[in-house]
């Protein structure tokens, strides 16, 4: 049983997605003279947008959240908020997934205000419509249903935090020892995806050395959920 939608997301469709989302930018006939990446999501699809662009400025803006994979919540602010002067200026602000629209909203906020571009246009490959408060310029897919993408540039910290919430939930229900084989079940029934071997053993170190899991025998791991700490 699925618990959580999961879209495991391969590197062509990254490529493909922005390729589409560059073409609907020419198909406008509005060409941006620099573009900003929502950091972190937003950075290999802006990098990818420049390329099927053929645009060579690109900056980023980091948009803070609190809260971990898929269980996002509200609290959004600009991490290093740095001048620029681009007056006169065409932006095409660019994010990966546009959710809540929280980070899209934050960052357009203080781009506007602080670096006073003529224009500011926003591209994301997935619009998550019933949810989303602001809608972009430019996107390739409408999601009508709410899913968790989990797109290559996550797939280590998603891995890593979708066992910590396995475990969580599981502790609950009193069950505190895994083998790396157990986790990696529930993380196949929960997710409805397979990361592979890579990640998960990835996943385990990161959980070991962050205290989470001790090693508790040969291929035993024990829940400490005193460790965890609520990000
Ligand atoms: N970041 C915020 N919402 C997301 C989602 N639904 N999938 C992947 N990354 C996200």
Same mark, same amino acid.
């Given at each position: 049983m699925v618990k959580v939608k999961t879209k495991l997301v391969s590197w062509d469709e990254v490529v493909e997605w922005c390729r589409l989302l560059a073409l609907k930018v020419e198909e406008d006939s509005w060409r941006p003279d620099l573009v900003v990446a929502v950091a972190r999501g937003g950075y290999v699809p802006a990098r990818l947008i420049c390329d099927f662009l053929d645009i060579h400025d690109l900056v980023s803006l980091q948009i803070l959240h609190w809260g971990k994979a898929a269980e996002i919540t509200a609290e959004a602010h600009v991490k290093y908020p740095y001048t620029l002067n681009l007056s006169g200026k065409k932006i095409l602000l660019v994010d990966d997934i546009i959710d809540t629209g929280d980070s899209v909203i934050i960052a357009k906020k203080f781009i506007t205000e602080? *670096?006073?571009?003529?224009e500011l246009k926003v591209a994301a490959?997935? *619009?998550?419509?019933?949810?989303?408060k602001i809608k972009p310029d430019y996107f390739v897919e409408d999601v009508k249903d709410w899913i968790w993408y989990q797109y290559p540039w996550t797939r280590a910290e998603d891995t890593t935090n979708f066992f910590e919430k396995i475990l969580d939930e599981k502790a609950k229900e009193g069950k505190n020892e895994w083998s790396l084989e157990e986790l990696i079940g529930e993380f196949k029934a929960w997710y409805g995806i397979d990361v592979g071997e890579k990640y998960y053993s990835l996943a385990l170190k990161r959980l070991l050395d962050s205290g989470l899991l001790t090693e508790a025998g040969e291929n035993i791991y024990r829940y400490m959920k005193e460790k965890r700490v609520s990000k």
């Open positions: 602080n *670096w006073k571009p003529a490959m997935q *619009w998550i419509s019933p949810v989303a």
